[in-house]
Nanobody, 121 residues
Framework: QVQLVESGGGLVQPGGSLRLSCAASGIRFSANAMGWYRQAPGKERELVASITGGGSTNYVDSVKGRFTISRDNAKNTVYLQMNSLKPEDTAVYYC???????????????WGQGTQVTVSS
């Protein structure tokens, strides 16, 4: 079966850093584009960052320059390095195995369970 397991969330102060990991199993990991989404209370689920199988990346404007998505195909793992964190980054973060269609990330059917990121002093 397909499993995406996130880890690395937690409580951090504004300006701090956090690194999220998503370990995948049951999929041909290297063939998938991967994405990180987040959802805050009362807000829509938002695509934060995506990475193609070839390593091309894209970010939502609000995190550009602060977040970095990367992948290690040998470990079937995708990462999200989050620096200069702000309170508005507080959300549940979800890993997704998806696709690139017309240069845009399309979410696939498989999601991680989510990991909570809280940015507060």
């Amino acid at each position: 079966q397909v499993q995406l397991v996130e880890s690395g969330g937690g409580l951090v102060q504004p300006g701090g850093s956090l690194r999220l990991s998503c370990a995948a199993s049951g999929i041909r990991f290297s063939a998938n584009a991967m994405g990180w989404y987040r959802q805050a209370p009362g807000k829509e689920r938002e695509l934060v960052a995506s990475i193609t199988g070839g390593g091309s990346t894209n970010y939502v404007d609000s995190v550009k320059g602060r977040f970095t998505i990367s992948r290690d195909n040998a470990k079937n793992t995708v990462y999200l390095q989050m620096n200069s964190l702000k309170p508005e980054d507080t959300a549940v973060y979800y890993c997704n195995a998806g696709y690139i269609i017309s240069s845009d990330y399309q979410p696939g059917r498989y999601w991680g369970q989510g990991t909570q990121v809280t940015v507060s002093s």
